[in-house]
């Protein structure tokens, strides 16, 4: 995507500058070297899901993997936009937020990037070869990528930004005690 081209999501137009702004922060990038994710989308009977996934940054998507019998497929085709979120489990709690759209790449092997978003979990090398091959004999007719470009981000840090209601409070406070 050209750089300041803009991003129209409900409304709300993100441009392209101010979404890397918000990706390449410090935090942010701690936050795209976790491990999980939670992806967010609308199932194929209406109704929310939110599901905990796998993941890795390229540098400008979102790359998840699953098996090509999972119901998400099946939602994310019919309606593929996704609310993405990745947070700390500390306090404060550093939250990125992330809205976007999932292409789905059907692929025949294991994509690298399943391997690589499960690299951080503790195993010894010899658990690591064990359950590769675990996961090649599991999923030989490949598995599916989820692959998300930012439209939209946000990073919460309770230091320096915060959700956007608790904004409106704080500049009511300010404007109230400064009257």
């Known amino acids: ?92 709690p550093k939250i990125l937020l992330i809205r976007g759209r999932a292409e789905l790449d059907y692929t025949d092997g294991i994509p690298a990037e399943y391997l690589e978003a499960n690299t951080t979990y503790e195993m010894t090398a010899e658990q690591r070869v064990e359950w590769e091959a675990e996961v090649r004999s599991l999923y030989v007719d490949g598995m599916v990528r989820i692959v998300v470009t930012p439209t939209w981000a946000k990073l919460i840090d309770f230091e320096t930004t915060l959700p956007t209601p608790v904004e409106e409070l704080v500049k009511r406070r300010q404007e109230r005690q400064s009257a």
């Open 1 to 92: 995507m050209p750089a300041g081209s803009g991003n129209q999501v409900k409304g709300m137009t993100m441009q392209a500058n101010e979404i890397a702004e918000v990706l390449n922060r410090p935090t942010s990038q701690d936050l795209l070297a976790r491990d999980v994710t939670r992806v967010a989308y609308v199932a194929k009977d209406g109704t929310p899901r939110n599901v905990p996934i796998a993941f890795v940054w390229n540098g400008s998507e979102i790359v998840m993997c699953t098996t090509k019998n999972a119901p998400k497929l099946t939602a994310l085709r019919t309606n593929p936009m996704v609310a993405l979120t990745i947070d700390t489990e500390v306090h404060p």
